[in-house]
């Protein structure tokens, strides 16, 4: 059973930082690209981050030199590292994988970034 846990969100104001991580299990952590979404309110998911196997990183444009994603395979954990937050940064962060053809999802941890 694949379950993917995220944690650290939170509130922070405007210019500050927040860590997010994800504990995935039922994978193979080391050969999936992992990614972070996020969806503020009213708003579509829209992909973050993400980090194949081979720690190929790619960003959104609206977050490229702010936040850095990493993983550790040893731990099985995605990691979010966000800087200088602004406001409209302020959504849920999800953990995801595709796996053997699913999508999977983690809860959501919601990050709110106040002015």
């Known amino acids: 059973q694949v379950q993917l846990v995220e944690s650290g969100g939170g509130l922070v104001q405007a210019g500050g930082s927040l860590s997010l991580a994800c504990a995935a299990s039922?994978?193979?952590?080391?050969?999936?690209?992992m990614a972070w979404y996020r969806q503020a309110q009213g708003e579509q998911r829209e992909l973050v981050a993400a980090?194949?196997?081979?720690?190929?990183?790619n960003y959104a444009d609206s977050v490229k030199g702010r936040f850095t994603v990493s993983r550790d395979n040893a731990k099985n954990t995605l990691y979010l590292q966000m800087n200088s937050l602004k406001p409209e940064d302020t959504a849920v962060y999800y953990c995801n994988v595709q796996y053997l053809g699913q999508t999977y999802w983690g809860q959501g941890t919601q990050v709110t970034v106040s002015s």
């Open positions: 980090i194949t196997s081979g720690i190929t990183t």
């Open positions: 039922g994978i193979i952590f080391r050969r999936n690209t």
